[in-house]
């Protein structure tokens, strides 16, 4: 520091003494100003330079700390990337993990759903094979019950007068046509025949099958059924072609008819038969042309040949309610001989013997006298 400065009192001036020592005091008051000026600038610079150290201490600090800073900023920086960097991983990991998740669960479902779809498959395959062995059974069943219901028709059929079971039962528009009575097995809602189904008419039965079987529970016990044979089937006889009025006797009276029978209720299936036995020689004995018979008989090998004979044929079995294998068989029994038209009308030789029109009368009234006799009933026996 420097010293204070002294006041130059100026003294009064007392002469020339006084004057230099004024002089002297001026100097020494310049001198000590340029002195304090010297130091003041001194100082001001002094003052400067420590301002501008300070000033360069605190750059150097402030450039120091904001490297510091950058520094720590980019470490963060860097944690920061690095955290999001693991926190990406994690997160495409996770998402990884979730799809392979998703996608075995998605197999697993369609996995079920398959193996559901199979089992549904299966059992509706069992199903089905079930349902067709139950068709079939049913159909099996069914077609043997049809089998069954024809063979007791079979059983059930009238016998012809030869002691062989006739034809099968037909209906009366096959009788009439001289056709075979077929049914088709497979529609099992059919109430018709074939071929009145194809000639779009009623099928009718007679009433034959039916008062043959219902004549069952009247048979003799330990006869069984009764069958209406000729008492000379065996024997050999001539057979010589006649006309149908020289065979048998056109005078024959009618005992009693089938319908009568019925509606009375007491009549043997024997009486039946008979009945449709004279009902038939009444017909054929109606006959005036023989060659119709003729053609009657051959129709029954070759039908179609003779329009004529095969209406006669369905009239006669019509009326005489009797199958068309049986009206041959009496045809053949009574001794009319299958010979077409235009041969001549000889006589030959065959293993039977001559037809005697007095032997067959005896038969004939044989017969009729074994109808008329009255056939015990079971509570009678």
Known sequence: M??????????????????????????????????GKHKQC?????????????????????ECWVREEAACLKREAATIQRQEEHQEREADMCWEAAIKKAMEMVEKRAQEDMEEKQAEVVRKIQAAEEMARQQEEAEASNKKL???????????????????????????????????????????????????????EKCEWLEVVESASGS??????????????????????????????????????IIARPSDVSRSGSGHALLQHMDHLILAVENLTECQDHVQLQSLIQSKDQPGLDTEAQWYMASACAASRMAVGTLMDECNFLGFKRVGPGEEEEEEETDMEAVNQEVVEQEVAKLQKEVLEPWPLDNEM
């Open 2 to 35: 420097s010293a204070p400065l002294k006041t130059n009192t100026p003294a009064p001036s007392t002469g020339k003494h006084d004057w230099v020592h004024v002089m002297m005091h001026d100097e020494l008051e310049v001198y000590d100003t340029k002195v």
């Open 216 to 253: 069952r529970s009247r048979d003799v016990k330990g006869k069984g059924k009764v069958v209406v044979t000729s008492p000379r089937a065996g024997e050999k006889r001539k057979h010589i072609k006649k006309s149908a009025v020289k065979v048998i006797n056109s005078n024959i009276k």
């Open 146 to 200: 049809v089998m069954m219901k024809r063979q007791a028709r079979k059983e059930n059929m009238v016998a012809g007068p030869s002691g062989m079971p006739g034809p099968g039962p037909r209906c009366v528009q096959c009788t009439r046509m001289g056709a075979e009575c077929k049914w088709d097995l497979e529609n099992k809602h059919q109430h018709a025949c074939m071929q009145c189904v194809r000639d779009k």
């Open 42 to 62: 001194w100082q001001v610079k002094k003052e400067v330079k420590e301002k501008e150290v300070r000033e360069h201490q605190q750059r150097e600090e402030a």
